[in-house]
């Protein structure tokens, strides 16, 4: 096959575009930091970058979950520690209240006492987080409970707060963010004692002081149980958010290994790029200057 000057100029200066291109790349990959920008840099490092991406995106979303879930059940597990508090002094309220030593009028400073922790009761039982109502259930911006009468007619309303909210915290797996109200203050019968041990003490007898203990016995106990299971969703969130950690920290470091480029490397190689790229012109220059008058010489 005839080669003829012009083929060996196009091959010539083929080669040089392919190193200038070559150098070109190497350059934007240095100063980007980045050894894949585009799809066809290489398709199937590519297709993992986006699959990682779209990994890290779902766990920035769970860890705002939880965080929010957190601050959550942080305010319920304020409200219970109130509300057991409460209930413990509303049941030494009682227990003195029920002895042969007390007389109407201890029971009636006892009786203005106890009002007070039963409002208290109820203004835990209206608790806010941000513009929502902690305990309020499926209607969360109505107010769940108020107190309503006053003395011996003393009592409360209710919306009947039952519904709760799941969260997803992780892949198949949500938390539900607090107990309803339903649950905290009526199901337990924390409202219930403490109004029932209102009326006992305005009554102002023995017996109708030691009828009210038992509920309030029984209230206690069932906020213990509802404390163990919001300290068992406590634990849930910590392990979960220990959990989404360090797999943020895993799918970061395998993105960055295929993204990335190795510095060194792509140094090196551009200087080895830039070498071969001058030795090119300059062999290129001199094919392109000869001429026939070179080959009579």
Known sequence: MRITNSATLRNALAQLSTNRTAIDDLQ??????????????????AHE???????????????RNIDALNSRNDVEGKSLDSVTNLLSRAKELMVSAATGTATPATRAVAAAEMEQLFRSAVQVGSSKFGDEY??????????????????????FSTTTPAGTRSVAIGDGQSLVATHSGKELFEDSGVLAALRDATRAL??????????????????????????????????ALDVAGQNITALKSNLTAYRSGLQDVDVETAVT??????TAYQAAMLATSKVISMNLTDYLR
């Open 28 to 45: 934007s990959q240095i100063t980007s930091g980045l050894r894949i920008r585009k799809t066809s840099d290489d398709p199937q490092a």
């Open 49 to 63: 970058v986006m699959r990682a991406s779209s990994s890290l995106t779902s766990l920035d979303q769970y860890k």
């Open 134 to 155: 902690v305990f309020g259930g499926d209607t969360s911006t109505t107010v769940p409970y108020a107190v309503t009468g006053s003395g011996s007619t003393i009592d």
């Open 202 to 235: 305005l009554a102002g007898d023995q017996q109708s002081s030691q009828n009210a203990l038992a509920p309030l016995d029984a209230a206690f106990d069932n906020v213990q149980v509802l404390q163990g299971e919001q300290g068992a969703r406590t634990n």
């Open 269 to 274: 190689a551009l200087v080895t790029r830039q």
